[in-house]
């Protein structure tokens, strides 16, 4: 063990004082973060619910289209009853009515609201964490504002969400954002940057999908649904949170595709430490409505060996890393479990590798007017034609050879 965890700070120590000096290196190592594996709250009262007079799906075992199958043979006053009394269980159950999740989490979340605002002006409570209830309770009322559609929502620990940007019921392309390090509940939005944070990205690969195809309907799902790491240290240098997190990913694209109808499979973009998710999720997605395009971008490694480990029905883009972006400081290798393995843009990886030109940072790759995020918006759009490969000429193909 402290060998280690010597390996670890090493690592770290490598990397920060590579991409962003020495005077970091020492507050870039943070505490090991406890990853949410088990079902909401009021699962156990739900297993006991025989009220309806039927079993009720297990949200720990429950196939989404076992889920789907329970919702629809219930009357609509069965279904209001089951929101009502338990709205983290529906709220977060794949396969569950899209609409219904809606209306589950918006009820969660007013109780959520409730019992910060009562934690901010208990005298008893300390003054650190009167301050973290007032910034849930700002997050919260954002949330609750009208126009949002959260279609998952866990106030454990430092909180888990997922926000639906566009109309799933109609939608002919969806996309599912998911993001890497440092994003919970509070660091969901960014009034300042919003290109930083899951819901701005979101939000800009929508608006970009518009621009360039104004008449077809899409969804972007901002999916903050994982515990992710904090900062540089042992987490973000290991797959431990992103193993917990694949079963998420996984679940989610199986309820969506009981759920919803695009004219294909979803296409799911992934950031820095999402990337790992992603490919340690990506050989157990699979969709009767073809291929699923998955993206990577400011990705520290998948956690696979080359891009074929993703299997036949995932088709991998990585994006060129920009100048800016310090991940390119992050050495690509798995020793002892350390590390996330080969470069997703290197030649021999197997990936499609799509500009960036116009990006700058780790971040910046969402930002209007770049190649990036036209890129985004053409894979998500199925206009492979119209991708940007990087290194491309005018005539060249690059990382279109091959599609159908």
């Not at 929502?153 to 109309?167: H, I, Q, T």
């Not at 969506?256 to 992934?270: F, G, I, N, S």
């Not at 956690?303 to 800016?324: E, K």
């Not at 500009?355 to 971040?363: K, M, P, V």
């Amino acid at each position: 063990m402290r060998f280690r965890r010597s390996l670890i700070a090493a690592m770290v120590s490598i990397t920060v004082l590579a991409g962003t000096g020495a005077a970091a290196a020492g507050a870039a190592v943070s505490d090991e973060q406890i990853a949410i594996t088990t079902p909401p709250a009021g699962t156990g009262a739900w297993l006991h619910d025989h009220s309806l007079g039927r079993a009720m799906p297990d949200p720990a075992t429950a196939s989404a289209a076992v889920v789907a199958r329970f919702f629809a043979s219930l009357s609509a006053a069965e279904q209001q009853q089951l929101v009502r009394e338990y709205p983290l269980v529906v709220g977060n159950f794949d396969g569950a009515p899209v609409a219904l999740r809606y209306q589950a989490n918006q009820q969660a979340m007013r109780q959520e609201l409730a019992r910060q605002s009562a934690r901010a002006a208990d005298p008893s409570t300390s003054s650190a964490d009167r301050a973290t209830a007032q910034t849930r309770i700002g997050t919260l009322q954002h949330l609750l504002s009208p126009g949002h559609q959260v279609l998952a929502f866990d106030p454990r620990g430092r909180g888990l969400v997922a926000e639906v940007y566009g109309d799933l019921s109609t939608a002919q392309r969806v996309s599912v954002l998911v993001p890497g390090s440092d994003v919970d509940l509070e660091h969901f939005y960014s009034s300042s940057q919003p290109t930083r944070e899951p819901a701005g990205m979101a939000q800009s690969l929508r608006t970009e999908e518009a621009s360039v195809s104004p008449g077809t309907s899409t969804a972007v799902i901002a999916w903050a649904g994982y515990v992710t790491p904090v900062g540089l240290g042992a987490d973000a240098a290991t797959a431990r949170l992103a193993e917990a997190a694949a079963p998420r990913l996984e679940s989610l694209m199986a309820g969506l595709a009981v759920t919803t109808e695009p004219v294909t499979a979803p296409t799911v973009v992934c950031h820095s430490y999402g990337s790992v998710v992603c490919g340690i999720a990506g050989p157990e997605i699979h969709s009767t409505e073809g291929v699923t395009d998955m993206v990577v971008l400011g990705s520290p490694g998948m956690d696979i060996p080359d891009a074929a480990a993703l299997g036949r029905d995932v088709r991998l883009w990585a994006t060129a890393r920009n100048p800016g972006d310090w991940i390119s400081n992050v050495p690509f290798v798995d020793v002892e479990g350390l590390g996330h393995g080969a470069d997703p843009t290197s030649s021999d990886f197997g990936s499609r590798v799509i500009a960036s030109t116009g990006s700058y940072g780790h971040t910046g790759y969402f930002t209007p007017g770049t190649a990036s995020l036209r890129n985004f918006a053409d894979v998500a759009l199925g206009r492979y034609g119209d991708v940007v490969c990087a290194g491309d000429t005018a005539s060249g193909d690059g990382c279109l050879t091959g599609l159908q």
